[in-house]
C-alpha cells in the first residue's frame, strides 16, 4: 500500500472506533428461565460501556410501528475483567410478566445504540407438541466446525423451541476469542432461540490448572434459571416446557446434594416427559474413560423416577443406549432410560472398543445434531451426522408412574 494512503486509513479507523464492536458482535444470547410460559432471560455484552443499558419489548405485531407499544426493562451490569487486563460490560434482564403462547419482538442496547428487533415466542401452559435442538461438546474448531453443525441444526428444526448444549462450549473459557467464535457460529440462532445450557468440565480450567471452581467467563454470557443449589447459580437448574421437565445438572461438583435436590424436584414437579442433561456421562463412550461416578450418584434417583432421556457429552464421540435400568436392558415391554452422548465441534476421541451392549448406536470421526421431539404420548430422539444424515431414530416410551 502507498505509505500516504496507509497513513489516512490508520487516522480513519482511529476516528471511527472501528474496533468498537457494534450491535452485530453483542453476543445477545435469549435464554430459558424457569417459566417460559411467562418469562425470558436475556444477556449480551458491550466493549464501551452503555449508560443506561434496556431491553425494550413489543408484542409482536405486522405493523411496522409494532414498536410505539413497547415497553423498557432495565438491564443489569457487570464488569468483566479480560484475560488481558481490558473491560468489557456484560448486561443481563428479565423479560416477564409475559403472556404464553405468545410472539414478542425485543432489542437490547440504549440510546441510540441498538440490537435489531428479535422474535420469540413463549410456551404454552398445556402439552403441546414441540422439538428441541441438542448439540454435544462444541469445544473445539468452533469457528470452522461447529459453526456447520449449528446452521444444519437449525435448518432442520427451525422452530426449536429452545437449544441445549451439553457442556465444554469452548475448551479454555478464558480465552475471550473462544466465546467470539461460538457466538460468530450461531449469533443468528442465539439471538432468537432459547439457550438452555450446560457446564461442563472445561469450565474448571483456569491459568492451566484444572481448579475446583469455575471460571467467571462462563456465566456473563447467559442469564440462567437460579432453582436449583443454592451453591450452584445458573449451572443446576430446572424448567417445564409444555410437558415436558427439562433438569440440568452441573457434573463436575456437588453430585451427592445435587442427587438429593433431583429426587426432590422429580418428586414434586408434576411432567409427562423428563429429559435431564449433565456434562460428564454415565456411561462412557470413549476409549478407557468411565461413568462410575455419576452412576454411583444419580443412578438410583433416575431408576427410581424413570427419566426418559438423558442427554451427556464429554467424551467427544457418540452413541446412545437402549433403554436401561439398573445398568442393564430393559425388556420389550418395560419401560427404561435412554442416555446419550454427542459431540458437535472438531475434537474427536477414540470410540471405547469394547463399547458394551448397552449401546444401540456408536459413532466416531463425526459431527452431529439432534431433534428431540415431544408430542403426547410421544418422544422422538433423532440423531443428524452434520450432512443431514438419520443415522439413529428412536421412539421413547412414557413412563406409567407419572
Ligand atoms: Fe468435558
Ligand atoms: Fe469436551
Known sequence: MHHRSSLILIFLMFMTGSTIAGPEDWRIALCISEDPSHKMNVSWRTEKQLDTPLVQLALNLPQVKFYQQSWDIPAQTEEVILNDSSVVYAYSAEMAELQPSTAYAYRVGSADDWSEWLVFKTASEIEEPFNFLYFGDPQNGIRSHVSRAF????????????????????????????????????????RQTPLAPVMGNHAYYIGGKWLRRHSEHWQPHFKLPENGLESLPETNYFFHYQGLLFVVLNGSEQLDEQAQWLDGVLSREKSSWVVLTLHQPLYATGEGRDGEKRRKAFLSTIDKHEVDLV???????????????????????????????????????????????????????????????????RMTLSSYSVDDVLVDEIVIKPSKIR
Open 151 to 190: 446452521r444444519a441444526g437449525f435448518k432442520a428444526a427451525p422452530d426449536a423451541a429452545f437449544i441445549t448444549m451439553a457442556g465444554d462450549l469452548v475448551s479454555v473459557p478464558e480465552r475471550d476469542y473462544e466465546w467470539e467464535a461460538l457466538f460468530h457460529a450461531a449469533d443468528w440462532a442465539f
Open 311 to 377: 442427554l451427556q457429552g464429554h467424551d467427544h464421540t457418540f452413541g446412545r443406549t437402549f433403554p436401561l435400568k439398573g445398568s442393564k436392558r430393559v425388556k420389550e415391554h418395560q419401560k427404561g432410560t435412554v442416555y446419550i452422548v454427542s459431540v458437535s465441534g472438531s475434537k474427536q476421541y477414540k470410540l471405547d472398543p469394547k463399547l458394551n451392549e448397552l449401546f444401540a448406536v456408536s459413532g466416531k470421526n463425526t459431527q452431529y445434531y439432534h431433534i428431540v421431539h415431544v408430542e403426547g404420548s
